[in-house]
T-cell receptor
Framework: GAGVSQSPRYKVAKRGQDVALRCDPISGHVSLFWYQQALGQGPEFLTYFQNEAQLDKSGLPSDRFFAERPEGSVSTLKIQRTQQEDSAVYLC???????????????FGEGSRLTVL | AQSVAQPEDQVNVAEGNPLTVKCTYS??????LFWYVQYPNRGLQFLLK??????LVKGSYGFEAEFNKSQTSFHLKKPSALVSDSALYFCAVRDRGYQKVTFGTGTKLQVIP
């Protein structure tokens, strides 16, 4: 596609529900990142994929957070048993080069805004 | 560990005046440095990056940034601000050899007509 596409754009969940957020990166982009952006804050790194391999998941805040990219293109971020502190905008970004070689920039989607009641 | 500091939550500047948005960074090795802009309810858009070479980097929409290794700074500048430049600006750093990009907390730029 022309850009990084994320769905849903807005999600309201009751505390304890599971949610799934989808990211469709730019076609051919090898690297894919998930970031969490709380209100008034900068994006915080969650996890990184190179093709289908999840090479870094050090930013996932708890074992309730799980991400996958099984075929090396579309990725899903799943949050189990959502809590109020999970409320944030979840940003997906992709980059053409593996491992952001030569300082490749990130292309961001518009984000999925999650509100947990 | 790598980190970015944006010391100003908000910068106000009159239209037509030069603007500067400050950024300092900390990495253990040599950095890649980036500026992104975010408009309301939108994702981040890439403005410019420093990889190596010339310390003055030119980017989109007339923005530029100056890499200063001794001061570990990468300030964003524009000679003449436009009202349409009003947005949230994020500085970011990546240590070479690592994949994670670390963002600052952002600076809101308000250009006053």
């Amino acid at each position: 596609g022309a850009g990084v596409s994320q769905s849903p754009r807005y999600k309201v969940a009751k505390r304890g529900q599971d949610v799934a957020l989808r990211c469709d990166p730019i076609s051919g982009h090898v690297s894919l990142f998930w970031y969490q952006q709380a209100l008034g804050q900068g994006p915080e790194f969650l996890t990184y994929f190179q093709n289908e391999a999840q090479l870094d998941k050090s930013g996932l805040p708890s074992d309730r957070f799980f991400a996958e990219r099984p075929e090396g293109s579309v990725s899903t971020l799943k949050i189990q048993r959502t809590q109020q502190e999970d409320s944030a905008v979840y940003l997906c970004a992709s980059s053409l080069l593996p491992g952001l070689a030569r300082g490749g920039e990130l292309f961001f989607g518009e984000g999925s805004r999650l509100t947990v009641l | 560990a790598q980190s970015v500091a944006q010391p100003e939550d908000q910068v106000n500047v009159a239209e037509g005046n030069p603007l500067t948005v400050k950024c300092t960074y900390s990495v253990s090795g040599n950095p890649y440095l980036f500026w992104y802009v975010q408009y309301p309810n939108r994702g981040l858009q890439f403005l410019l990056k420093y990889i190596t070479g010339d310390n003055l980097v030119k980017g989109s929409y007339g923005f530029e940034a100056e890499f200063n290794k001794s001061q570990t700074s990468f300030h964003l500048k524009k000679p003449s601000a436009l009202v349409s430049d009003s947005a949230l600006y994020f500085c970011a750093v990546r240590d070479r050899g690592y994949q994670k990009v670390t963002f600052g907390t952002g600076t809101k730029l308000q250009v006053i007509p």
